[in-house]
């Protein structure tokens, strides 16, 4: 058998030349989805937008939250959503504008994250598979959920924590605790990654390093607690964020939990398949290469979707950063950095419509159905026009982007009816004080959305406050508005003799006693 000759070296640059083209792919991809981005900035804000856009307004206003608006999540994201509207407005594009940025900043850290780990041609692909993944119609992408804001502070974190394991320096490893603490001041879920540097820094044994990095993560937080406390609405938080959140988080059993995380799975999964299935075979060549700290970093991204059983989609936006760093796990010289900027390439083509065709309310209506975010704009102009900046007014629902448009106070602090609904001590008792708040506060106008996911009622669900509502508090109001969203388009009337053809619509009403 004749000798196999060395095969000829490689000219200088070669691999530049030959990893070109799938560097300009895999860089056209992260064009291509700021593109759309931009395309998207006036969608319709959905609730949780709503929430933090009101609470944020609330902020600017010199306003404490949890004083007049409450709900169960760290006041984090509401705190970024008043900076970013402090700055460009207090309007659905600036709120997605500022998401813009935190989605580039976040694909700039993670280039830099999988640069520790990867060649540059890998790390590209790594930033590439997350900018296409978070900004996926099936995990509710383009909106500027708290998700996002948990990931920026968590993967700058994770960068600093290894840049401290080279260099040793006591400050590097202070800034990345309080990137970690301001990770869980986005959202409880944060801890999970917060808990991953201090597991890090134990392994190295190195207890001093890990108490000073527990304490620095503890920081914000505990500055939280103190400006709260001055504030006089501690109490209020510890009720929201802990005892009912505690009530919220253990709500579902496991094997409902289960069945939901099937179902999600499968859902999120299906834009970006050739993504996602590249990220499975990384994962195989993690466990291969005993490349651990990555391995581990996706179980922990994982358990942050975790936490109450509810899968919901926009929660696997925090497991995203390690898909795309198990991707990057595949992208190798060769024929594999090409498959995977085509899987990438092929994942944009699969969304084209809703990228780059659909008009912003189309691709509200593409990802939230019939959900009453586009006629919350209207009604909350409406009612924003027809009324002056001391009127209170309230929503019978969970729709808390009315406020944010109408920027009128809330006649009570519960500005989600969810949970009221829900199976836990306190739902009756809250239902109970959103009736005495209404009478109390009397306010101009009330909106009683008829919309099913607004309500999520359960037969085991109080009706205290819906029965007040038929027998005694409607009394008070004339209606002079109705959005009634019909399968050819809402139909808005600005009347009280309008009657709804539809089951799903919203009636706004004015005081009349």
Known sequence: MARKQPSAPQPPGSDFWRL????????????????ARIRLLDAPLERDEGEYAYMGQLMLQGIAPYSIAANMKFPGVSLVYAMVMAVFGQSISAVHVGLLLVN??????????????????????????YAVLSSGWSVMGMWAHATHYVVLPAIAGTLLLLRWKDSGRLATLLASGLCFG?????????????????????????????ALLAA?????????CAALAGAGVFDKFWFWTVQYARE???????????????????????ANWPVWI???????????????????????????????????????????????LAVGTTAKPGWPIWAVAACVLFSVYEQHEFLFEFNPVMATAAVYGANPFPEAVQI???????????????????????????????????????PLMESHPFARKMQED?????????????VMVNVATSWLLAPDSPKVLLDWWATKGRKDYQQVGVADILPSGTQYNWSATYRPRSTSHLVVLKRIN
């Open 20 to 35: 070109l083209p799938p560097r300009v792919l895999l860089a056209l991809s992260i064009l291509l989805i700021i593109i």
């Open 104 to 129: 580039i900043a976040t694909i700039a850290l993670l280039y830099a994250l999988a640069r520790r780990f990867f060649p540059a041609a890998a790390a590209l692909a790594v930033a590439a598979a």
């Open 182 to 210: 301001l990770a869980i001041l986005m959202k409880q879920h944060g801890v999970f990654f917060a808990a991953f540097a201090l597991g890090y820094v134990l392994i190295q044994r190195r207890p001093k390093e890990a």
């Open 216 to 224: 620095a993560t503890v920081a914000p937080f505990a500055v939280l």
């Open 248 to 270: 919220y988080a253990t709500a579902t059993p496991l094997s409902d939990g289960l069945k939901m995380l099937w179902s999600s799975l499968r859902y999120i999964t299906l």
């Open 278 to 324: 590249a990220a499975a075979a990384g994962l195989y060549l993690l466990w291969r290469e005993k490349r651990y700290f990555l391995l581990v970093f996706f179980a922990v991204s994982f358990l942050a979707v975790c936490p109450g059983f509810y899968f919901r989609d926009h929660y696997f936006i925090l497991l995203l950063p390690a898909v795309a």
């Open 380 to 418: 909350g102009n409406f009612i924003r026009t027809n009324s002056e900046p001391t009127d209170k007014i309230a929503v019978l629902g969970s729709e808390p982007e009315i406020l944010f448009y109408a920027n009128r106070h809330s006649a009570t602090p519960f500005i989600y009816t969810y």
């Open 434 to 446: 959103f009736v005495r708040d209404m009478e109390s506060a009397k306010p101009k106008y009330a």
